[in-house]
């Protein structure tokens, strides 16, 4: 039996299953054919996991078990800890796994596995059953399918304006003629502070596709030079770079760029610049700007980062630093600066320098790619997901391109969190057996080769909106975001609601929602203690900040408000941004206030959605801390992440307020010191509600469709 391997629609190898035992003729990068066949052993299988996360000779060790259990036509199975489920009588797909198998089978056995990843797929498949996968949209892609080997013309030093020099990594398409040398490609930029070489394996597929690759450490990181200062130089050294690459001999002068999180980011940062040599963005879960996403969101200071401070606190990246057994002792050290040192031995300079600013200044400004951003729209694939911790990046490059022409951006906004197309369930809760994509790396190429080859393809005339309803558990599309069929509501904050309508949730509930807002004035309390701040449920080694949790018994807390609406009689679709709005009092010079956006179930599980921070200094921008009075009553305005969720008949729709999420903000101590001060004080807060304090949150609901 063979089986053939494709990574994102290109043959990676011919595997032979004969009598228990495994060859493999394994594509030679190099030349762009395959090899001689061999003993399929551990050396090639690491190279396929390095592609796909996924152990293919595993895969095999386990076939006749798997398709013993699917023979006996269950709805489900467990084999050696792995949990299957059956989907449309096609395939059974692995849960509770980042990076999971999708079994495809027919009378008993599987003829295809599929195995999908934040912007690619690989296809496992039986010899001529191809056309029964997604790589028949790759053949009417590529109808040649002879691709380019892949050549390392080897590592440049990009020189910036102020003399740095960025090492960069330069991979051509190996061609065998005489002309050779003087053939101009369009380029694919990787600009990342996580090392050139670090899973370099992934971007071969684009020199194979016909372009140059070249892949780039950042300013301070690896071999390059200068100081490493995240997020700070890259729209100049980014501008700096495109122009090299246009100057290259093997340059055709344009170039488009591709990565995910700080990769994003500096996408976004390049186009800022204006550079005309930049012709197409695949920006994947970008980061955005420091007081809106990373390290400061809200004006609070992220401390979920420092998993990823960790890891990037010396010149090379160790991601082992971020898995630390301490954690909670490890966040209330105080002062923060003093964290590295202690926890890890020695200083990280940035988050020193960080620490230095309070307040939205000039050094923010610098790095802020959407309020810098100048010259016209670079044609840009944004793809995300709600629960993706740097979502709000995503929200100002949607904000950045709503007014762009037509055909000029397209969003993919999934059931996600940060790594994106990779899970279908997130820390117990299922997202639907849709959850995944098996063509994010065809929509991604489709993209460079309209807008960096002028391929006629139809790619700029899909729908620019692509996005996933929880709850429904279905893709849907869209011309704009937020879609032009939704219309906006306003859901109010009222008094103490019936407790014992509440079901299994009656401790949870201290007040309602209501589409109407309340005839008279009210208030609800609470003090929040720094000491004893509530919880946001991540494992900080995960790295993870937004994936959906359980939150009931949180919710339980006498500092937390909760407000929840009457059960839904037909479901409710709720896609977009929420703005909540709240008219608060304080006692103390400054507090922190954490809204979340829950589904309630019948039997009162509350599940996170949505959720957002703000320091109540900063109401009225970022730019100066303007700090409360006792006596004062003050209207603040926090906006969430997003989310596309179908809350379903029975359910309801709760909003949570509170003044701290130990693990994703350091908590305030209500001085004028905030985050980072030694000497704490509790916080006697009140939410007004009423006619002249309408507290409320206001979003948008879809309208019903057929």
């Not at 078990?65 to 692995?94: D, P």
């Not at 401390?303 to 090379?316: I, K, Y």
């Not at 802020?368 to 993706?388: E, H, M, R, T």
């Amino acid at each position: 039996m063979i089986w053939n391997f494709y990574f994102s629609g290109i043959l990676y190898g011919r595997i032979r299953e004969e009598n228990e035992t495994l060859t493999i003729q394994s594509l030679n990068i190099e030349t762009g054919c395959l090899g001689e066949e061999k003993a399929f052993k551990e050396e090639e299988n690491s190279f396929f996991q390095g592609l796909c996360s996924r152990d293919i000779r595993g895969f095999f060790s386990k076939k006749e078990r798997y398709e013993e259990e699917i023979s006996r036509g269950k709805e489900g199975f467990v084999l050696n800890g792995e949990r299957f489920t059956r989907r449309r009588e096609e395939a059974y797909v692995l849960r509770d796994r980042k990076f999971p198998l999708d079994l495809f089978y027919e009378n008993g056995k599987i003829w295809a596995v599929l195995m999908s990843g934040r912007d690619y797929t690989g296809v496992l498949v039986k010899e001529g059953l191809e056309e029964r996968t997604v790589l028949s949209r790759w053949t009417k892609a590529y109808p040649d399918e002879n691709s380019f080997g892949v050549c390392f013309w080897g590592t440049e030093m990009v020189q910036t304006r102020d003399g740095e020099s960025l090492a960069s990594d330069v991979y051509l398409p190996a061609v065998k003629s005489a002309t050779a040398g003087q053939q101009r490609w369009p380029a694919v930029l990787i600009r990342t502070p996580y090392g050139k070489r670090r899973g370099v394996e992934v971007y071969y597929r684009f020199v194979q596709r016909g372009y140059a690759v070249v892949i780039q450490d950042v300013r301070g990181r690896e071999d390059s030079t200068g100081e490493w200062m995240p997020q700070h130089y890259e729209i100049e050294d980014g501008d700096d770079t495109l122009n090299w690459i246009a100057a290259q001999p093997w340059s055709d002068g344009t170039v488009g760029m591709t990565g995910g999180s700080y990769l994003g980011y500096v996408q976004w940062a390049a186009a800022a610049s204006g550079n005309p040599h930049l012709k197409a963005m695949l920006s994947s879960v970008c980061a955005g700007s420091a007081f809106a996403d990373l390290p400061r969101r809200g004006g609070c200071f992220n401390s979920g980062m420092l998993a990823w401070g960790f890891a990037m606190s010396e010149q090379r990246m160790r991601p082992e630093l971020m898995a630390q057994d301490n954690w909670d002792e490890i966040l209330d050290i105080r002062p923060i600066q003093t964290i590295p040192q202690k926890a890890l031995g020695h200083e990280v300079p940035f988050l020193t320098e960080w620490l230095k600013h309070k307040d939205m200044d000039d050094f923010w400004e610098k790095g802020n790619w959407q309020k810098n951003y100048k010259g016209g729209p670079v044609p840009a694939l944004i793809i995300s997901g709600w629960f993706d911790d740097n979502g709000m990046g995503t929200t100002e490059a949607l904000d950045l391109v709503k007014d762009w022409p037509e055909g000029t951006w397209k969003a993919v906004l999934g059931p996600w969190k940060h790594s994106a197309n990779a899970d279908y369930d997130l820390h117990g809760v299922y997202l639907g057996e849709d959850a995944l994509r098996y063509d994010m790396d065809l929509l991604c190429m489709m993209w460079l080769e309209h807008f960096l080859k002028g391929v006629d393809n139809g790619i700029e005339k899909t729908p620019a909106l692509e996005y996933y309803t929880v709850g429904e558990n279905r893709w849907k599309t869209g011309e704009s975001w937020p879609p032009r069929d939704t219309e906006e509501i306003i859901l109010y904050l009222d008094g103490e609601t019936d407790h014992a309508a509440m079901g299994n949730g009656a401790g949870c509930g201290k007040g309602s929602l209501r589409f109407e807002p309340s005839a008279g004035k009210g208030r609800d309390c609470y003090v929040y203690d720094p000491e004893n701040p509530s919880v946001h449920i991540v494992d900080m080694s995960e790295n993870e900040l937004e994936i959906p949790e359980d939150y009931t018994r949180m919710e339980w807390r006498e500092d937390m408000l909760a407000y929840t609406t009457e059960p839904f009689t037909k479901s409710c679709v709720i896609t977009g941004e929420l703005a909540v709005t709240l008219y608060i009092s304080c006692d103390c010079p400054d507090t922190d206030f954490m809204v979340r956006i829950t589904d309630v179930d019948e039997q009162g599980r509350s599940i996170k959605l949505a959720d957002g921070v703000l320091s109540a200094k900063y109401r009225n921008g970022f730019e100066k801390a303007e700090y409360l009075e006792p006596d004062g009553i003050y209207e603040i305005t926090i906006r969430t992440t997003k989310i596309s969720n179908a809350f379903l008949p029975g359910h309801r729709l709760r909003l949570t307020v509170t003044s701290s999420g130990k693990n994703f903000i350091f908590p305030n101590s209500n001085t004028r010191d905030g985050f980072d001060s030694a000497f704490v004080q509790k916080a006697h807060i009140t939410v007004h509600r009423g006619p002249k304090t309408p507290s409320r949150a206001v979003m948008k609901r879809e309208n019903t469709r057929d």
